[in-house]
């Protein structure tokens, strides 16, 4: 099982004040080499990179409205879609937050796909990205 400062976490999440602080704590949690970013190309981008370097990230925390929405321009759903499918292709575990949670279970591509770590309501961020840390170790982490 791995330490937990040795957990490489992709964080996505399309306010920059919100990035900052829980980048933060995701980077003083678990790893330093932890990234995070506000649109799902430059998620793809960083995705790439690691993939070239021989890494990739241990698990994805996922803020919902990143599939709805680039650099405040609202954009194609399918494009966001297409990166969640992406993760879930490369066998990356995604933990899916968001601050409408009742109704997250009921769209696509969650109903088809479900998020191995769960949906989290954003109120107990913190709680919650401890949570749905554990949750890997105990399942995915070897």
């Known amino acids: 099982m791995k330490d937990d400062r040795d957990i490489?976490?992709?964080y996505l999440e399309d306010y920059a004040d919100i990035l900052d602080t829980w980048l933060k704590f995701i980077k003083e949690c678990w790893s330093p080499e932890s990234l995070g970013c506000r649109s799902r190309e430059k998620a793809l981008e960083l995705l790439d990179e690691w993939e070239e370097a021989g890494v990739k990230p241990d698990l994805v925390i996922f803020d919902r409205s990143i599939l709805d929405y680039e650099d405040d321009d609202?954009?194609?759903?399918?494009?966001?879609?297409?990166?969640?499918?992406h993760l879930a292709m490369l066998e990356i575990p995604v933990a899916v937050f968001s601050s409408d949670h009742d109704v997250l279970a009921h769209e696509e591509p969650f109903y088809s796909h479900p998020p191995?770590?769960?949906?989290?309501?954003?109120e107990a961020m913190a709680d919650d990205l401890k949570a749905a840390v554990s949750r890997y170790k105990q399942e995915f982490s070897q």
Do not use: P, S
């Not at 954009?75 to 297409?82: F, P, S």
């Not at 191995?116 to 954003?122: A, C, D, R, T, V």
């Open 8 to 10: 490489l976490i992709l």
């Open 74 to 85: 609202l954009e194609d759903r399918e494009a966001g879609n297409e990166l969640y499918l």
């Open 116 to 122: 191995q770590l769960g949906f989290h309501h954003k």
